[in-house]
């Protein structure tokens, strides 16, 4: 069974910056697609940053320029650097890994990590 923890979120004025991390308890060089998702309420489950290994990266429009994912193989984690946080960015966030092509076999998620930023 896989394990992925989170850590880093909470709350944060705006203009503010956070770290999110997100550890799993194998190789992440296993998976080449790994990234991050926010759910904000009432809204659906979108991607925000997402690494495809030896492909691309890619950052949800409203966050390009300000967030910053990464990841460390030798430490198996995955971050998330946000800076200039704004309001609007408050959500649960969701580290996921994928392994193969889609339909994904191998396809995990963190537990979510609230994400707070006040006016």
């Known amino acids: 069974q896989v394990q992925l923890v989170e850590s880093g979120g909470g709350l944060v004025q705006a203009g503010g910056s956070l770290r999110l991390s997100c550890t799993i308890s194998r190789s992440i060089s296993e998976f080449n697609v790994v990234g991050w998702y926010r759910q904000a309420p009432g809204n659906p489950r979108e991607p925000v940053a997402i690494i495809r290994t030896g492909i691309s990266v890619d950052y949800d429009s409203a966050v390009k320029g300000r967030f910053t994912v990464s990841r460390d193989n030798a430490k198996n984690t995955v971050y998330l650097q946000m800076n200039r946080l704004k309001p609007e960015d408050t959500a649960v966030y969701y580290c996921?890994?994928?392994?193969?092509?889609?339909?994904?076999?191998?396809?995990?998620w963190g537990q979510g990590t609230q994400v707070t930023v006040s006016s």
């Open positions: 996921n890994l994928k392994m193969g092509n889609p339909p994904y076999k191998y396809n995990y």
